[in-house]
């Protein structure tokens, strides 16, 4: 089985071709185009230049993801697109694309679940049953969630306001780092004191697995104004103690997450991360030591699988196709699509 994927859901113009090889997928080809340059001046993602530069790229980069993998449309299977949640100018040209693709060549056509893509891109790398308990952490959203079969996710918990990617890129912000933030922090971090900044651990001995990240953003900004004009010491240090704060917090939320996991799955045996966050080298540590302590195996996509790309969107596609679901072309992209449909917006798992 062959799946062609397209992504295009926020600022990551993305193509790609992936097989399947039984316990796990083949990357055939995996492109992406980043808008990096053109959302930079603004210090986030403007929408409407965000699908205009989608509607500019997406058609030569499906034919070179094509031509990479030495493949002809007729020799694929289906055209996965990403349908949300996102931004919907881009969700809409990602769409488009696809099923027209899908259609003039009369293949399956799949409409993803950007979430569920990053939820089953460690199945792309690695044979691994369900269940695992999932930290999925990017731009957008920042949950936990275990992940009992395609389809099948519980949330146990959520970010009740800005996302781990968000602290990152709004806290590198008001540092002057530059978009995207995590990975500007990362750099600033090396070499840099993670103890001379004292920041707040939001929810910090909860009985819940949600986080908060709002807080952090407003100590950093005091920081900021306090300290007064910034050396490179200080901006290390400060993008250390931010790193931290981050990767601390989530670890312990994550923790927590681990004993209802076990609770309910004592069949379970990894901790799985990613979205953008999990591409973060100290919390891989972080989260590989908890693992270990708690006797599960830590898994995470290769970094560049973490980030928004397309071989997720066909992996979770060709797993979909797998399992006999196919979409109708007259699917509507959606701006918003939970996960765990069915289930309240926020559900706060508490422990017994
Ligand atoms: O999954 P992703 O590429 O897009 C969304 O679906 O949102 O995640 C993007 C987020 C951004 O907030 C970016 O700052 C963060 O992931 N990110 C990182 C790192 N690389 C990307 N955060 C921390 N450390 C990194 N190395
Ligand atoms: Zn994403």
């Given at each position: ?15 790609a ?6 316990s ?16 930079r ?7 409407e230049?965000?699908?205009?530069a989608?509607?500019?790229?997406l ?20 055209v ?40 089953l ?21 920042s ?61 910090r ?19 900021v ?6 050396g490179?010491r200080e ?13 601390e ?14 609770r ?70 959606r701006?918003?699509w ?15």
């Amino acid at each position: 089985m062959i799946v062609l994927g397209i992504e295009t859901s926020c600022d990551e113009t993305a193509a790609a071709i992936v097989a399947d090889e039984g316990s796990r997928g083949r990357i055939l080809s995996n492109l992406v185009l980043a808008q990096l340059d053109l959302h930079r001046p603004y210090g986030g993602v403007v929408p409407e230049i965000a699908a205009r530069a989608h509607l500019g790229g997406l058609d030569r980069l499906i034919a070179q993801a094509l031509r990479e993998a030495r493949l002809s449309l007729a020799e694929i299977d289906a055209v996965a697109a990403a349908a949300g949640p996102g931004l919907i100018g881009g969700l809409v040209v990602g769409t488009t694309m696809g099923k027209a693709l899908a259609w003039a060549a009369g293949k399956a056509f799949l409409a993803v679940n950007h979430l569920e893509a990053h939820a089953l891109s460690v199945r792309l790398c690695a044979a691994l049953d369900f269940p695992y308990l999932l930290l999925l952490v990017s731009g957008g959203h920042s949950q936990l969630l275990i992940c009992a079969g395609v389809g099948r996710y519980t949330r146990l918990g959520t970010t009740l306001d800005d996302a781990a990617g968000e602290a990152f890129d709004k806290t590198a912000k008001l540092l002057g780092l530059g978009y995207p933030g995590g990975p500007a922090i990362e750099r600033a971090a090396r070499g840099g004191d993670p103890r001379r900044f004292p920041l707040p651990r939001p929810m910090r001995g909860r009985p819940c697995c949600d986080f908060s990240f709002s807080g952090l953003k407003t100590a950093v900004r005091e920081v900021v104004g306090k300290v007064g004009p910034f050396g490179a010491r200080e901006e290390a240090d400060l993008a250390a103690s931010i790193e931290l704060a981050i990767c601390e917090t989530l670890a312990e939320r994550t923790e927590r997450a681990i004993r209802l996991f076990r609770r309910r799955h004592p069949e379970g045996r990894a901790l799985v991360a990613c979205g953008g966050v999990a591409a973060n080298g100290s919390l891989r540590l972080r989260l590989s030591a908890l693992a270990l302590h708690s006797g599960l195996e830590f898994l995470a996509p290769a970094p560049d699988l973490c980030t928004d790309n397309a071989a997720m969107i066909a992996w979770a596609g060709l797993e979909r196709l797998r399992l006999g679901f196919v979409d109708a072309l007259d699917i509507a992209p959606r701006p918003r699509w939970p996960l765990d449909e069915g289930l309240p917006e926020r559900r706060h798992e508490v422990e017994a």
